[in-house]
């Protein structure tokens, strides 16, 4: 196989999203070969595991239109435009949880479908949690979150994840990390 990476000859927006754009890139790939590629262009990511401590995670239930169902996840979210990632994941901490880490740790990267997506997804261990305004406080920003917080064990995440109850792929390789 050549070491040689792809060289971008054209580029064409076809959708532009408030969460994601859409392109058709015409490249020269590797082996010689020029092919349109879809490409969904979507900003860096950060995926929480918040820990109460060594032994409880704070998940969120969300509803998700895409797949019509509520379900059970880590908390994520994107970055703002020149954004650190590790105020990234203290700030999504803060407005999906309502607890302020006291501790940000970078912990795994991952490209979760990188056949058509850009998206590199950042998971950080956020512990030393502490409430950040109130009981039950939290700052949802985005009009299309409906969220419920619960704090589980670890062992029950993992018996949900050997049960199916979780679905969500990010959430399945987050705690597996923990």
């Not at 020269?28 to 070969?33: K, N, Q």
């Not at 109460?52 to 797949?67: E, G, L």
């Not at 949690?129 to 920003?141: I, M, P, T």
């Amino acid at each position: 196989m050549p070491d040689t990476l792809g060289i971008l000859k054209s580029t064409r927006t076809v959708y532009r999203g408030r969460v994601f754009d859409v392109v058709v890139d015409r490249v020269l790939m590797p082996h010689g070969r020029e092919v349109d590629q879809d490409v969904v262009r979507h900003p860096r990511s950060v995926v929480l595991l918040p820990m109460k401590d060594a032994d409880r995670v704070v998940m969120v239930r969300q509803y998700r239109y895409p797949i019509d169902r509520w379900i059970w996840e880590l908390p994520a979210g994107s970055l703002d435009p020149d954004e650190a990632p590790e105020h990234a994941a203290a700030r999504e901490c803060r407005e999906e949880t309502g607890f302020h880490p006291g501790r940000v740790e970078r912990v795994a990267t991952f490209y979760p479908t990188p056949g058509y997506c850009d998206e590199l997804m950042m998971f950080f261990r956020l512990s030393e949690l502490e409430d950040a305004v109130g009981s039950g406080f939290r700052d949802v920003k985005d009009e299309d979150e409906a969220l419920t917080v619960r704090v589980f064990s670890v062992r029950e995440v993992r018996a949900m994840l050997q049960r199916g109850e979780i679905q969500d792929m990010k959430t399945a390789v987050g705690l597996w990390l923990i």
